[in-house]
């Protein structure tokens, strides 16, 4: 009995040693739960990531405070705050729900790669990413693609094997078969597997996406034709139209926290203003798995105090 009871304070007093570790050196623990970052971070990795202030750089991985997690329906509801506003209009919202706003420390946690930084030029064209004019390439990143394979209809279970495809990531069809896979693996179809058409699906150009930042018809924007969009740097005027007003909205009113209404003019704590000076800087998120990922081609701009970690390394 005494030699339990001793084992139980040992590991309460390692448990609390352990805790106090982890709080004074920031060190915490972050389950990935979706596949976001595959194949270069498997769904389901254990990170291993340091709370700090710091400035990320590029192509760097973080974890942020999802800024489109600020305001949750109750009962809770899958599908965001935001879909349902623009699909439903807010009436509707609130004759079904309570609407509750999540303080910033509490707000649902992401992970992502940092693509652009401050001042940076972001452009995303036939799925193609640009900063500042510049492809950005990164060996793990997925795309979609349309295969008819010639005298079969089927990956073969030894092919998706070999290949390291995702069962999950196939679907089939009577004419062909759709897949995500890097570039890699599909150099390596091409090379060992007979077909008659392999080719990688974008979107429509000049097809607005209403899920695609800035969530606007004024904007022809979808996950594969997206900007160019200059990222918001602190410090640096913003010249203001009521064209261009949808890209900077949430940023002048929720992450500035400014009074901000519009009607002929735009009025900025009560003083018409042509332009505005962000208070942060802002960077631009976009993850691995192109297709299987909501970032900043969808949430917009991440504002530099909802970066919480970033990674060290992964379990």
Known sequence: MKLKVKIIMISSISLAVIYVLLRITGLMFYNLPTKSMES?????????????????????????????????????????????????????????????????EFREESFGRCVGLPGDTVKIYDGNLYVNNTLFEAKGIKYCYSVVFSGKERFSLDEINRLKLDRDDIFYTEESSFFYATKDQEAKIRSTINIDTLYRITANINISDPDVFPNSENYNWNIDYFGELVIPKKGKSIALTLDNLHLYRR?????????????????????????????????????????????????????????SAKLLFTI
């Open 251 to 307: 940023l002048i009113e929720n992450y500035e926290n400014n009074d901000l209404v519009v009607d002929s003019l735009i009025r900025i704590n009560g003083v018409v203003s042509d332009n505005y000076t962000p208070k942060q800087n802002y960077y631009f998120i976009c993850n691995d798995n192109r297709y299987l990922s909501i970032d900043s081609r969808h949430i917009g701009f991440i504002p530099e105090n909802h970066i």
């Open 40 to 104: 270069t971070v498997p769904v389901r990795s254990k990170l291993v990531t340091m709370r700090m202030n710091f400035s990320p750089e590029r192509n760097e991985c973080i974890v942020f405070r999802n800024p489109k997690c600020d305001t949750v329906l109750i009962p809770h509801n899958y599908n965001n705050y935001y879909v349902f506003k623009r699909k439903f209009g807010i009436d509707s919202l609130k004759k079904r729900y309570k609407i509750k706003y999540v303080p910033l």
